[in-house]
RNA sequence: GGAGAGUUGGCAGAGUGGUCGAAUGCGGCGGUCUUGAAAACCGUUGAGCCGAAAGGUUCCGGGGGUUCGAAUCCCUCACUCUCCGCCA
């Protein structure tokens, strides 16, 4: 969510900005929404005072044992007045609140204008620049392997619920377990963050803090025999809502929290993409990082966050660049997103595994998180960032194909063959 | 699921229809004293919204109601605690 008072001064330089995302802000509007909700609330608060007024004289009349039946007149037809007014108000407010949790972020400077994906700008290649060149075809889809390996079934997993859910045996199942439990490891031995096991259910006034709604409502799954229930998307939720409605004291910044989590997507709208494999499952596993930190160091706090990403896919050896989203392909809350991109031999392609943002305060305002800024004495709305520090079953998924051999096996990545045991290949049946 | 108790400012805790946004204590901040610190003493200390400001308005778990007037009465929902039942 934006701040009014910024968007209503600023709502041309706002509007430009919001055009590079392909969002049209319709000024008027806002504008004229605006200025109806402070001329009601305005008139509201001018009878509340008069109310308020003969009330207490009222009172103190009564004390007296004056006679008090005009003035009890009066104020009945006030209140006449302000029951009017008071629904006029509340619709007035619903308008103005509506509007401005519709409205996306403002893009960083640093974002590159585009329409969609092929603007994004490649900040890096981990090693390999030329892979795309390569023209090695006979790399196999993971699945395949997965399957000639019997350790991968997607027709059961259909069977037992529906399509887009997996089933992982014997040491495919454990390196998936493996993983999520290096990345987690790594994260809060060495960058600092603290572990938190989160509910995989939340209410919509979480969703609403983080952005997930009221826009995104499709993508969610929602319990159906209980109100307000929804499964996370992303652990983001849980973890950003932590600070939902809390101050914070400046020395507590900033404050780095990570979850292994599963995710729950119904991904509407992507029917027919992906659809073998690990890349794009209603349920899978991710890691996520989520900051909270001070308004001063954010930037560098999305560097460093991108960095521990990167980390563990350094740790596991695999290729990969860092992309800079361009506007059209930034998401609705953040403000700037790198994105980090694994290397799918078996599609020639780089496929994101990682998406790291920084909301700014659009997130904090939503949600009403603040810290008392030590200067000015003033309360201040934080800076939220996040990225996932990898998304487990696509990592798995890249990890099978460039870890193939010509014998159909996997190779285990070196730095995870302390949790498998020490064995070195997954192999047929095992 | 049943029965009971509760939810007030950062915390503790008073307040049962009229100058209550709310006593008091602790904590926080500022000061006096001190070489410095502690103690003591004095002062100060919630937030949102509207407003250039003065000021106004709202908030005592959420929502609704009664009343000229609600932290205080009524209804309802949520949460917490105790006891019973069920349960990984």
Request: aromatic share 8%.
């Amino acid at each position: 969510m934006l701040d009014p008072r910024i968007l209503r001064e600023n709502i041309d330089q706002i509007s430009d900005n919001l055009k590079k995302r392909g969002f049209t802000l319709d000024k008027d509007s806002f504008l004229l929404v605006d200025k109806n909700r402070k001329d009601i609330i305005a008139e509201t608060e001018n009878l509340k005072n008069k109310k308020n007024e003969i009330s207490k004289e009222i009172g103190i009349l009564k004390s007296k044992n004056s006679d008090v039946n005009n003035l009890v007149k009066k104020v009945e037809v006030i209140n006449d007045e302000l029951e009017y007014k008071h629904t006029e108000l509340a619709s007035a407010e619903v308008e103005f609140k509506n509007f401005l949790l519709s409205i996306p972020n403002v893009l960083d400077d640093l974002v590159p204008t585009g329409k969609s994906e092929s603007n994004n700008k490649i900040i890096k290649y981990s090693n390999d620049e030329n892979l795309e060149k390569s023209t090695n075809d006979n790399y196999r889809d993971h699945s395949d392997i997965g399957k000639s390996l019997n350790l991968y079934n997607q027709e059961i997993a259909a069977k037992i619920s529906s399509s887009r859910f997996s089933l992982l045996f014997g040491n495919l199942a454990r390196l998936h377990r493996a993983l999520g439990s290096f990345m987690i490891n790594e994260h809060i031995n060495n960058h600092g963050y603290t572990e938190v096991n989160v509910p995989l259910i939340v209410n919509s006034e979480s969703l609403l803090g983080t952005g997930q709604l009221p826009k995104f409502k499709d993508d969610l799954f929602e319990i159906k025999n209980k109100e307000n229930f929804f499964l996370i998307p992303t652990a983001e939720v849980p973890l950003t809502n932590i600070f939902r409605d809390v101050i914070l004291s400046e020395d507590e910044l900033p404050i780095h929290y990570t979850a292994l989590s599963y995710c729950f997507r119904s991904e509407a709208g992507s029917y027919g993409k992906d659809t073998k494999g690990l890349i794009r499952q209603h349920q899978f596993e991710k890691v996520e990082l989520v900051n909270a930190v001070n308004p001063n160091h954010s930037e560098e706090s999305l560097e460093a966050l991108v960095g521990h990403a990167e980390k563990i896919l350094e740790l596991l050896n695999l290729p990969y660049r860092k992309v800079l989203l361009c506007s059209g392909d930034t998401g609705f809350s953040s403000s700037i997103t790198y994105d980090l991109e694994v290397w799918m031999p078996s599609q020639h392609a780089y496929r994101e595994i990682s998406s790291c943002s920084n909301f700014k305060d659009f997130q904090s305002r939503r949600l009403n998180v603040k810290y008392k800024d030590k200067a000015s004495k003033k309360k201040k709305y934080i800076h939220t960032l996040n990225g996932s520090g990898l998304a487990v079953g696509r990592t798995l998924a890249a990890i099978i194909e460039n870890y193939q051999n010509n014998d159909g096996e996997v190779e285990i990545p070196e730095i995870l063959r302390p949790y498998m045991n020490n064995i070195k290949f997954i192999k047929n049946n095992l």
